[in-house]
């Protein structure tokens, strides 16, 4: 098995509930979580949005929410996923083969 994180780096769509969606470019990254028991995701998308904001990240692979935890020091908003990586995983796409 692969530890190392797989990911996306790229533009991505995101759409906020009461908002036009956006584009703006994202770092996302997906690895196992020994203590949680199963692939967890996290990023940053380089676009503001409030904290606890759930957005929906679209890529050219499919569509994911996440939760909006902060915004660092350059205005980007960091983001933890909520659902099924929007990107291939390999770990993931295995399990279903």
């Known amino acids: 098995m692969n530890d190392a994180p797989e990911g996306y780096e790229g533009e991505v769509t995101v759409a ?9 470019h994202a770092a996302l990254a997906a ?6 028991g199963h692939v967890v995701w996290s990023g940053r998308v380089a676009a503001g949005y409030a904290p606890r904001a759930v957005l929906v990240l679209t890529t050219p692979h499919g569509s994911a929410r996440a939760e ?3 915004r660092d020091a350059w205005g980007n908003t960091r983001v933890v996923g909520l659902d099924r ?6 770990l993931l796409d295995a399990a279903e083969d």
């Open 16 to 24: 906020v509930e009461g908002e036009q969606p956006r584009t703006a």
């Open 68 to 70: 909006a935890t902060e």
């Open 85 to 90: 990586p929007p990107f291939p995983v390999e």
């Open 31 to 36: 690895r196992f979580d020994p203590l949680a």
